[in-house]
């Protein structure tokens, strides 16, 4: 009876003098493939992941975590290997309380290769080479590269070629426009379409800058043949509609003079809607 209570007792201080690492499932498997410990109960409080980089020896997941009596947990772990030899998956372990592990005896796994040394086929050396010239490819990227600034600057130069023209036909003014229709109308050169085409191209153009389109045109034509600016160009050309060709002695500069600071660009829009009349 004595015997069996010493018994009981040395194996009650077994289990309870040291954690116990028991579990169940292979400490051993092939490089890269997973294994699964079951039932692995470590002392103390409760252990996560430490997080390891890409090139880590070993890796280690704990799939499930719950108390195992006073002061213990029991785990279970999923690890992998990917270097051959064994593996501390404590190392690879921390407390969540960050106290340490020192007094956990090693938990050791091993990881084994599927090739020996023999039996891996190392690739053959290649041979070595004189490579070939590059002067081909450097001399087409500079022929390339040549021609692409060629196109640029011809590019360029031919929007700048637009820009300078439009900005000189901007900068022509209506006096300057109108000119040689007066000189043409004044010596009886210009047919009378065209003359009326001219005609109704400055009413239109005075309207416009007079804020007269509302009302009526008889009306309108009237006032503008009294206005100081517009009337004696308009009023001229209704007279060398009648008069006899080359006749008619005028005053080109003083007609068009309120017509110098005047842009041609809008006046050339009416006067070729008049045309498509």
Known sequence: MLRAFATLCLVFLTMTASPAQTGRGPRESTIGLPAVLEDVRLAGSELEARKMDDLAPATVRIIEAWPDGENQWRYKLEWRAFTPGEHDLLQLLRRKDGSSTSELAPLVVTGTAVLTESGVVKPTAPQATQLGSTGGYRLMLWVLGGAWLVGLVLIVRALRSQRVQAQAARSISLAERLRPLVERAARGELDQRATAQLEAALVALWRKRL???????????????????????????????????????????????PYAHLSAEEFGALLEAESKR
């Open 211 to 257: 804020q007269l389109e509302t009302q009526d045109p008889t009306t309108c034509i009237l006032q503008l043949k009294a206005h100081a600016e517009a009337g004696p160009l308009l009023r001229g050309l209704e007279q060398w509609l009648h008069a006899p060709q080359g006749r008619t002695q005028v005053d080109v500069n003083a007609l068009l003079a």
